[in-house]
Each structure stands twice: as C-alpha cells, then as structure tokens.
Nanobody, 127 residues
Framework: VQLQASGGGLVQAGDSLRLSCAASGRTFSRYVMGWFRQTPGKEREFVAAIKWSGRSLYSPDSVKGRFTISRDNAKNTLYLQMNSLKPDDTAVYYC?????????????????????WGQGTQVTVSS
C-alpha cells in the first residue's frame, strides 16, 4: 500500500492550493481517508477526513469553511482544496487511510484511526 501526496508549494496569504493523494496497492473506496498537518515541535493535527459514505469531517477551529476534502474512488485519489490560505496553515500535510471499522461520529479525527500514511507535502504560506 502506498500513498503519494502532492500539490504543496509556496504561496501568499489568500491564495489557494489543491493537494492530491494518490493511493495504490488496494482499493480504498470503503475506508476513511484523511488529511493531517504537522509543524516542527508539534503533534500531527487533524485537518479533514472523508468516510466511505462521503460524509466529511473538518477541524472546526482552523479550516472549516476554507478547506474542502473530496475523493475520487474511481481514481483512488483523495483531494484537499485549500482556499484563503493563512500563514498559520504552513505545515507538512499528510494524507492517510484507515481500515478499521467505523466506531461513530468521531471516527477519522484521530491519527490512531489510520493505518497507512503518505510521505507528506510541504505547504508554506507567506504573509
């Protein structure tokens, strides 16, 4: 199983980016997929997740209303559309897939819900 994240880069505040995560090795249409981000010295932070049903979860405080998660099951690809970027969004963004049974409304928000991780893509937002 491999997850390949791409689409990061250096942008200015207010700009947009779309991250992609191409999955290979198996079909992930029945599993939760998510995005996390991490800055040096901090723990990995939940950004957004999308369940196999299409239901989306977002980190309410930091990205809701600006970021949109989506998936193309036919292409086995996960996306994160990021609009109105802020310097605080600067981080390495990781995609992940979780194979465990859905235990409820909170499933997908914790890094421990995930079994496979991509290598990360750097997003830098200048002020």
């Amino acid at each position: 199983v491999q997850l390949q994240a791409s689409g990061g880069g250096l942008v200015q505040a207010g700009d947009s980016l779309r991250l992609s995560c191409a999955a290979s090795g198996r079909t992930f249409s029945r599993y939760v997929m998510g995005w996390f981000r991490q800055t040096p010295g901090k723990e990995r932070e939940f950004v957004a997740a999308i369940k196999w049903s299409g239901r989306s979860l977002y980190s309410p405080d930091s990205v809701k209303g600006r970021f949109t998660i989506s998936r193309d099951n036919a292409k086995n690809t996960l996306y994160l559309q990021m609009n109105s970027l802020k310097p605080d969004d600067t981080a390495v963004y990781y995609c992940a897939v979780g194979l465990r049974p859905d235990y409820g409304s909170g499933y997908g928000r914790s890094a421990t819900d995930y079994d496979y991780w991509g290598q990360g893509t750097q997003v830098t937002v200048s002020s």
